[in-house]
C-alpha cells in the first residue's frame, strides 16, 4: 500500500492513497491548482487513480476534484445526497459501499453534520489485514476538534447531527485506528483545531474536548458558541464547487 498526505497553507489536507502492486489509488479532497501533483505521484508509483473522492461540497476552497477526474478519466465521487444538486456528472456513494483498487479496500461511512453529504473513509489494506488502518475522516472530526455546524442547516440542528455521526459511526472503530482529518490548523472549518495531521480515535477520545462531552445537548451548546468566522468568499465557493460557476 502506498500513502500520502499532502497540506496546504490554509490547513487545508489531501489524500493520495492505494495499491501498488496492482496500480489503482484513490484521491481525496483535491485543492484546486493540485491537479498536477496528483497526476505526477500516480505516474511516480506507476498506478491509476481510479477514483476520486470529495468528503463534502467544500466551503472553504475550490476543488480539484472533478478537474482531476476529468484529466485522468476517473468518476468523480460525492456522497449520493449530492444526486440532482450538483451540475455536472458524478458517481453517487452509498453509506455502507465498499470500493476495491487492488489490496486496498474503501468503506464509506456516511457522517452528516459539517454538511448533509459529509462522509469518512475506512480504509484496509488486505495484505496487512481486513481489519481497517486508518479513516479519512474529512471535515468530520479532525485532531482535537470537530466540523463546524452551520453549513447545511440550522447550527443546532447540525451540531446534533454532527454529535449522532462521531457517536454512532467514528467512536465504535478500534481505540488504535489512525484518523487523518480534512483540515489542520490554520482552517476555519472548525475551531482549536492541532497542527498536528494526524491522531488515533483513542487519543481523541481522551484529549478531543468535544469528545469528552457525553451529553448531546451540553455538545450542541458547546459547539454552536464556538463557530468561527464564514469564510468570505463561502457563497463564490461552494457554488463553484456545484458547478453552477466558473
Given at each position: 500500500?502506498?500513502?500520502?498526505?499532502?497540506?496546504?497553507?490554509?490547513?487545508?489536507?489531501?489524500?493520495?492513497?492505494?495499491?501498488?502492486?496492482?496500480?489503482?489509488?484513490?484521491?481525496?479532497?483535491?485543492?484546486?491548482?493540485?491537479?498536477?501533483?496528483?497526476?505526477?505521484?500516480?505516474q511516480k508509483a506507476a498506478v491509476r487513480?481510479?477514483?476520486?473522492?470529495?468528503?463534502?461540497?467544500?466551503?472553504?476552497?475550490?476543488?480539484?476534484?472533478?478537474?482531476?477526474?476529468?484529466m485522468v478519466g476517473a468518476p468523480y465521487c460525492l456522497h449520493e445526497s449530492d444526486e440532482g444538486k450538483v451540475h455536472f456528472p458524478m458517481r453517487g456513494l452509498k453509506d455502507g459501499e465498499v470500493l476495491e483498487t487492488g489490496n486496498?479496500?474503501?468503506?464509506?461511512?456516511?457522517?452528516?453534520?459539517?454538511?448533509?453529504?459529509?462522509i469518512c473513509l475506512l480504509v484496509s489494506d488486505l495484505r496487512r489485514s481486513a481489519d481497517p488502518w486508518f479513516v479519512l475522516t474529512g471535515d468530520t472530526l479532525f485532531v482535537s476538534g470537530v466540523g463546524r455546524p452551520d453549513l447545511g442547516g440550522s447550527p443546532e440542528e447540525m451540531a446534533g447531527r454532527i454529535?449522532?455521526?462521531?457517536?454512532?459511526?467514528?467512536?465504535?472503530?478500534?481505540?488504535?485506528?489512525?484518523?487523518?482529518?480534512?483540515?489542520a490548523a490554520g482552517s476555519v472549518c472548525g475551531a482549536g483545531l492541532s497542527g498536528k495531521p494526524s491522531s488515533t480515535i483513542g487519543f481523541e477520545k481522551r484529549w478531543d474536548p468535544y469528545l469528552s462531552i457525553a451529553d448531546r445537548q451540553v455538545f450542541i451548546a458547546n459547539l454552536v458558541a464556538e463557530i468561527p468566522e464564514r469564510p468570505a468568499e463561502m457563497a463564490r465557493i461552494v457554488a463553484a464547487n456545484l458547478g453552477k460557476a466558473a
Open positions: 500500500m502506498f500513502f500520502k498526505q499532502r497540506s496546504n497553507s490554509d490547513g487545508t489536507l489531501s489524500y493520495f492513497y492505494g495499491c501498488g502492486g496492482k496500480g489503482l489509488g484513490v484521491a481525496v479532497d483535491v485543492v484546486a491548482g493540485d491537479e498536477g501533483w496528483f497526476v505526477e505521484e500516480a487513480i481510479a477514483f476520486v473522492i470529495d468528503t463534502h461540497i467544500h466551503a472553504d476552497h475550490f476543488s480539484g476534484g472533478r478537474a482531476l477526474a476529468e486496498v479496500i474503501t468503506k464509506v461511512l456516511h457522517t452528516p453534520g459539517h454538511t448533509l453529504d459529509s454529535f449522532d455521526s462521531i457517536h454512532d459511526k467514528l467512536l465504535t472503530l478500534p481505540d488504535d485506528l489512525e484518523i487523518f482529518p480534512g483540515h
